[in-house]
């Protein structure tokens, strides 16, 4: 049987995700009812914390990137990582998680 490969960046840790994935298996055959599945899968991903901009300034500059080729990586406007920098505006949702993600991983994590 194929092993289905995993996001590593979404989750804290290689254990984490292969906790998870023996979890989502338990839950497939039954034996994990949904409410667990739920808890099981907050704990095992990737926190999520505010950044400022300082915050991201650091993340950008230790990947060593313009704020042109960040923001492709990020699929956002260069005009919004600019924005984020000066702390204009912050960065919510799908933007933040995808900027957590490189903060712990490294940009590689989302190439």
């Known amino acids: 049987m194929k ?3 995993t996001s590593a960046g979404a989750y804290r840790s290689e ?3 292969s906790i998870h994935e023996t979890a989502v ?3 497939r055959i039954g034996l994990m009812d949904k409410a667990t599945m739920r808890e ?3 704990a095992c991903l990737t926190a999520v914390a505010p ?3 300082k915050d991201i300034l650091a993340i950008r500059k230790r990947a060593g990137v313009s704020q042109g080729v960040f923001a492709h ?3 956002v406007a260069p005009k919004l990582v600019s924005e984020w920098e000066r702390g204009e505006k912050r960065p919510s949702g799908p933007s933040l998680k995808l900027l957590s993600i490189v903060q712990a991983k490294g940009l ?3 190439a």
């Open 25 to 27: 298996g338990l839950h």
């Open 108 to 110: 590689a994590a989302i």
């Open 15 to 17: 254990v984490s995700a």
């Open 3 to 5: 092993k289905k490969k």
């Open 40 to 42: 099981f899968d907050a």
């Open 73 to 75: 990586y990020l699929n």
């Open 51 to 53: 950044l400022s901009a």
